[in-house]
């Protein structure tokens, strides 16, 4: 016959050991409290305190004890659920720790379209230069506060007022109209800004809604070129740069592309600018923040040093002049 579980009277409010949670888990697992304690190596005396005192805790039942078999209650099966992905997290966590222990690193921040078109495809030199420095990259578009985060570098895409004390910059931006040589050859070519109209054109879908953004839009770029009134045949939004720029690649349109991204496409034939002398200057800049905790460390500032060279060489390659006003620190020798 089935007992009923019996109330328990009140609830407590300290946190649960985790040993308690482990000995659930592996009675919830096993249905079985002897089973569980061999998985545990611990007595089956053990485990049933264990697992008494964790109910006591909680506040209710976890388990229907029968006489040749255990049984999860409700709210067993749906601590079951939270506790199991929790804990399976919490030793990943601590394996990594432990392999990682002793080893050099840089852990960098900075946003998914930046990662993915300028700093990822430039990695392999710095890999192969410093074999022994482990790389974490977290692409995420939320900002990290380096005071409080286990972050050593963020890579972020500002208004130069907008950038905290301390900050280096990388470079500057303009935007280039291009497209894929494939789909110019199949098309009426373009020598004036209206011949544009003749074609779909790619930009970000939220850039009129998002701060900033509004100075990388194609209406910027026809009201500078005496056209603000000028619709294309078609538009296409996407919300990343990296997807704009693929979908010019794939000749689904025109893009109004961000230079220091698509420089090396552009280098190598794979997207051709179009009126080349028609491009959008933009205030936008980018810089690289170093963590207070983090600058002294050598391979903090190899990876630094390596960082301004990739710098220089962009700034070459998309033909801007330093600005001697600004604290550049173009070679990171003096990065702290």
Same mark, same amino acid.
């Given at each position: 016959?089935?007992? %009923?579980?019996?109330?328990?009277?009140?609830?407590?409010?300290?946190?649960?050991?985790a040993?308690? =949670?482990?000995?659930f888990?592996?009675?919830? /697992?096993?249905?079985?409290?002897?089973?569980?304690?061999?998985?545990?190596?611990?007595?089956?005396?053990?485990? %049933?305190?264990?697992?008494?005192?964790?109910?006591?805790?909680?506040?209710?039942?976890?388990?229907?004890?029968?006489?040749?078999?255990?049984?999860?209650?409700?709210?067993?099966?749906?601590?079951?659920?939270?506790?199991?992905?929790?804990?399976?997290?919490?030793?990943?966590?601590?394996?990594?720790?432990?392999?990682?222990?002793?080893?050099?690193?840089?852990?960098?921040?900075? =946003?998914? %379209?930046?990662?993915?078109?300028?700093?990822?495809?430039?990695?392999?030199?710095?890999? /192969?230069?410093?074999?022994?420095?482990?790389?974490?990259?977290?692409?995420?578009?939320?900002?990290?506060?380096?005071?409080?985060?286990?972050?050593?570098?963020? &890579?972020?895409?500002?208004?130069?007022?907008?950038?905290?004390?301390?900050?280096?910059?990388l470079?500057?931006?303009? &935007?280039?109209v291009?497209?894929?040589?494939?789909?110019?050859? %199949?098309?009426p070519?373009?020598?004036?800004?209206?011949?544009?109209?003749?074609?779909?054109l790619?930009?970000?879908?939220?850039?009129?809604?998002?701060?900033?953004?509004? =100075?990388?839009?194609?209406?910027?770029?026809?009201?500078?070129?005496?056209?603000?009134k000028?619709?294309? $045949?078609?538009?296409?939004?996407?919300?990343?740069?990296?997807?704009?720029?693929?979908?010019?690649?794939?000749?689904?349109?025109?893009?109004?592309?961000?230079?220091?991204?698509?420089?090396?496409?552009?280098?190598?034939?794979?997207?051709?600018?179009? &009126?080349?002398?028609?491009?959008?200057?933009?205030?936008?800049?980018y =810089?690289?923040?170093?963590?207070?905790?983090?600058?002294?460390?050598?391979?903090? $500032?190899?990876?630094?040093?390596?960082?301004?060279?990739q710098?220089?060489?962009?700034?070459?390659?998309?033909?801007?002049?330093?600005?001697?006003?600004?604290?550049?620190?173009?070679?990171?020798?003096?990065?702290?």
């Open positions: 016959m089935t007992s %009923s579980p019996a109330p328990i009277a009140h609830l407590r409010t300290r946190p649960v050991a040993g308690h =949670w482990r000995a888990l592996a009675v919830a /697992r096993h249905l079985n409290f002897r089973a569980a304690a061999e998985e545990l190596s611990l007595t089956q005396s053990a485990v %049933s305190r264990q697992i008494q005192s964790l109910e006591d805790e909680v506040g209710v039942p976890l388990f229907l004890r029968h006489t040749r078999a255990v049984e999860l209650t409700s709210a067993g099966a749906q601590l079951q659920r939270a506790v199991g992905p929790a804990l399976e997290r919490m030793d990943a966590a601590v394996r990594l720790v432990r392999q990682t222990a002793g080893r050099k690193s840089v852990a960098i921040t900075t =946003w998914a %379209s930046f990662a993915s078109m300028w700093l990822i495809p430039r990695m392999e030199e710095f890999q /192969r230069d410093n074999p022994d420095i482990d790389i974490r990259i977290d692409a995420t578009d939320t900002v990290v506060d380096l005071d409080t985060a286990d972050v050593d570098l963020a &890579l972020r895409y500002r208004l130069p007022g907008g950038v905290e004390h301390g900050a280096h910059r470079f500057g931006e303009q &935007l280039a291009v497209a894929s040589p494939w789909l110019l050859k %199949s098309a070519p373009i020598r004036r800004p209206e011949d544009i109209a003749q074609f779909t790619i930009e970000a879908g939220d850039a009129h809604r998002t701060q900033n953004l509004e =100075w990388l839009t194609w209406r910027r770029w026809f009201e500078l070129h005496g056209h603000g000028l619709q294309p $045949k078609r538009w296409l939004y996407f919300n990343y740069a990296q997807q704009i720029v693929q979908a010019a690649l794939a000749g689904q349109g025109l893009a109004l592309a961000r230079m220091p991204l698509i420089a090396d496409g552009l280098a190598a034939g794979d997207l051709v600018e179009v &009126l080349p002398g028609h491009r959008l200057d933009s205030p936008l800049a =810089w690289m923040m170093v963590g207070p905790r983090s600058g002294q460390r050598p391979e903090i $500032k190899a990876f630094c040093a390596w960082l301004m060279r710098a220089d060489a962009t700034r070459q390659a998309i033909g801007e002049v330093p600005d001697p006003d600004l604290n550049d620190d173009l070679d990171g020798s003096s990065l702290a």
